[in-house]
């Protein structure tokens, strides 16, 4: 050829002048180039694609590290409370510590010790904490509900019955707009519930 093709190596325009006379070259030509550049930008989003899926990734990740579990504190009767609900909520104890041999033992009076430093309960995939609170420094429960959802009514009165025995019902278990069963109490404890069985519960089972 007489004419030399000039290359650019930052960019994919190339002069086309060296096919003049020849249409069908220089349509092919094009047609690369075009072809060319849209391979570059697929490529690029890609790889944004790659790096977003990644950090939505880490992200979800993160949030399936995050839990969120109530901590509750009782007036000496911590461990009874949560032998209680293990019975009654078909749980499971998986730590029951004492002040006693722990380096709290010293902070706390002899009669104090063998009451409970930190206890975790099991529900499923759900974690129930308490502790007995220091001795003077206990406060009634109040300003909240641990609920209780259920797909099966029957299930729900056995549950509230169980919870309401020797405690306060604050709202009978019965019907409402949105559950087939619906009903508050405050346990022997002191500790606020609420069992909740709603409608849709019931058909999805």
């Not at 993160?62 to 579990?69: A, D, F, S, T, Y």
């Amino acid at each position: 050829m007489s004419r030399m093709i000039k290359s650019d190596q930052r960019s994919p325009s190339i002069s086309t002048e060296a096919f003049s006379g020849h249409s069908d070259l220089r349509f092919v030509f094009c047609f690369a180039i075009f072809i060319y550049k849209v391979a570059c930008n697929v490529q690029v989003i890609y790889i944004i694609s790659q790096v977003t899926d990644s950090l939505n990734r880490e992200s979800n990740e993160k949030e399936r590290n995050m839990q969120l579990n109530p901590y509750l504190y009782f007036n000496g009767d911590c461990e009874a409370a949560f032998k209680f609900y293990e019975r009654n909520l078909g749980a499971k104890i998986e730590a029951m510590m004492t002040h006693e041999g722990s380096p709290a033992a010293d902070h706390v009076p002899a009669d104090w010790r063998s009451k409970i430093l930190h206890a975790r309960l099991r529900l499923g995939d759900q974690v129930l904490m308490a502790s007995d609170a220091p001795p003077g420094s206990f406060e009634k429960q109040q300003g909240f509900s641990i609920n209780i959802g259920v797909n099966e009514p029957s299930e729900a009165e056995r549950i509230f019955r169980a919870l309401a025995e020797n405690g306060k019902v604050t709202m009978p278990i019965a019907e409402t707009f949105w559950a087939v069963r619906f009903g508050m109490l405050v346990d022997r404890f002191g500790i606020p519930w609420m069992i909740n069985c709603e409608k849709a519960a019931e058909k999805a089972a």
